[in-house]
């Protein structure tokens, strides 16, 4: 059973737009919410996180947007720019564990 | 530089040939983990390891071993590859347990013939 439901699986974006990746999770007891960045041929990278006592966190073009009610956060991305191609992990952890739980990653594309 | 350095990168074998991925840690971080990344699963836990000889279990455990002797280094261990272990490896540390950043080193591509 998924823990951390990503989607979409695939997402193609005109440079410029918006891309929005969502994950959806089931344990209440998750208390950290990051994101990951991995480029093809490299390791992946941690991006931006959250924990719940926000609903949002932005960073630059990129912004965490986290909904504690409906058990949803989402990952938007403004100006998307080809640079953005990349595959991008939601994850979620609890307080004393090291087991964190990834999402099945996007894939993004974003053309020039 | 900080890193998380992986040898080999690439390697092909055949099955029941055992075999070693090193990892290797300059950051003196104490958690230490290891991941399989396959298409459409995302990255999966192998086994993780919070200090020098203490290892624990992750979510797909079986066919593989690790060790902690040095906190730097946490090689993973495949004593009798199969097929179904073709796979990409990432190793992975850092700081402490759960809010800490995960640093991830550039992964090593298995193929088990």
């Known amino acids: 059973q998924q823990q951390v439901k990503q989607s979409p699986q695939s997402l193609i974006v005109q440079k410029g737009g918006i891309s929005i990746i969502n994950c959806a999770y089931e344990?209440?007891?998750?208390?950290?919410f990051p994101w990951y960045q991995q480029f093809p041929g490299k390791g992946p990278a941690l991006l931006i996180a959250i924990r719940p006592d926000v609903s949002e966190k932005k960073e630059g073009r990129f912004t965490i947007s986290f909904n504690k009610s409906a058990k949803q956060f989402s990952l938007h991305i403004m100006d998307s720019q080809p640079g953005d191609s990349a595959t991008y992990f939601c994850a979620a952890s609890m307080g004393g564990s090291y087991i964190p739980t990834f999402g099945r990653g996007t894939s993004l594309i974003v053309h020039p | 530089e900080a890193q998380v350095t992986q040898n080999p990168r690439y390697l092909i074998t055949v099955t029941g040939k055992k075999l070693t991925v090193t990892c290797s840690q300059n950051m003196n971080h104490e958690y230490m983990s290891w991941y399989r990344q396959d298409p459409g699963l995302g990255l999966r836990q192998i086994y993780y390891s919070m200090n020098v000889e203490v290892t624990d279990k992750g979510d797909v455990p079986e066919g593989y071993k690790v060790s902690r002797k040095e906190k730097r280094n946490f090689p993973l261990i495949l004593e009798s590859p199969s097929p179904n272990q073709t796979s990409l490896y990432f190793c992975?540390?850092?700081?402490?347990?759960?809010?800490?950043?995960?640093?991830f080193g550039p992964g090593t591509r298995l193929t088990v013939l």
């Open positions: 344990n209440t007891a998750f208390d950290y």
């Open positions: 992975a540390s850092s700081l402490g347990s759960n809010y800490n950043e995960q640093f």
